[in-house]
């Protein structure tokens, strides 16, 4: 089965500046690959063949991992697959706040001692809040950018290992003629229901000096109202 973690990261300085133009490339090569599919019809395959070209083009492509820029040719081509199946929600252009992320699908990158190992980018400080499972088998490793900083989850394929059997289990019926009853035939009573039976003491309590007083609530209505001494006198 597969499971997620996600971790927050602490980038110094320069990792930051590389995690930002890596986001910044692949949102600029989402919003190229999705304006040439608009202008003719082109396969996945057939860009991907492009990206040597451009990288000779734009020297700031070789700066970012090359599975990360496959990944996103791999989104555009996802998102016209939605487009085609549902006949709605054409794909738009990203702008900076719409493209977020971006993923290293199968290599690049490992978890060990504390730090991320991402190609391209570093050795990032990771607060590692919880290890991952013993046998874990790591698949993806998304970096997304939110308004709290950094953050990378980790999509790993897990096997849980099942508790062992045993005849402790036990089901629980709470009823009316006894408090709790057992699937073991065994009944269980709270050895202080007779005394709460009828309330507790202290709303016992509370009752009984309601009825010998005046209640507080009832202090302000007509009837007490109209024996007060303030009453009297405006009616005289």
């Not at 734009?58 to 996802?78: A, E, F, T």
């Not at 199968?106 to 590692?128: D, E, P």
């Amino acid at each position: 089965m597969l499971k997620a973690y996600r971790y927050k990261l602490e980038p110094n300085k320069s990792q930051r500046y590389a995690l930002a133009r890596t986001l910044d490339v692949g949102r600029e090569l989402y919003n190229l690959c999705l304006h040439q599919r608009k202008l003719h019809p082109i396969s996945r395959y057939e860009q991907s063949a492009q990206l040597t070209q451009l990288k000779a083009e734009l020297p700031v492509y070789k700066n970012v991992y090359s599975q990360v820029l496959q990944h996103v040719l791999g989104r555009v081509n996802q998102a016209f697959k939605n487009f085609l199946r549902s006949g709605f929600g054409f794909p738009r252009f990203k702008g900076a706040k719409r493209f977020d992320s971006f993923t290293y699908p199968q290599t690049g990158f490992s978890l060990g001692g504390g730090q991320l190992s991402l190609a391209k980018i570093g050795n990032v400080k990771v607060r590692l809040s919880r290890p991952l499972p013993h046998g874990a088998v790591v698949k993806t490793c998304t970096m997304k950018r939110s308004a709290h900083g950094w953050f990378a989850t980790l999509v790993f394929e897990h096997q849980p290992v099942p508790l062992p059997a045993n005849d402790l289990a036990v089901g629980i019926d709470v009823g009316v003629t006894s408090f709790a009853k057992f699937s073991d035939g065994t009944n269980s009573e709270p050895t202080n229901l007779p005394e709460y039976a009828g309330g507790t003491p202290q709303s016992a309590a509370s009752c009984s000096q309601t009825q010998e007083g005046q209640p507080a609530e009832r202090q302000g209505s007509p009837a007490a109202r109209k024996g007060s001494p303030g009453h009297q006198q405006s009616q005289e």
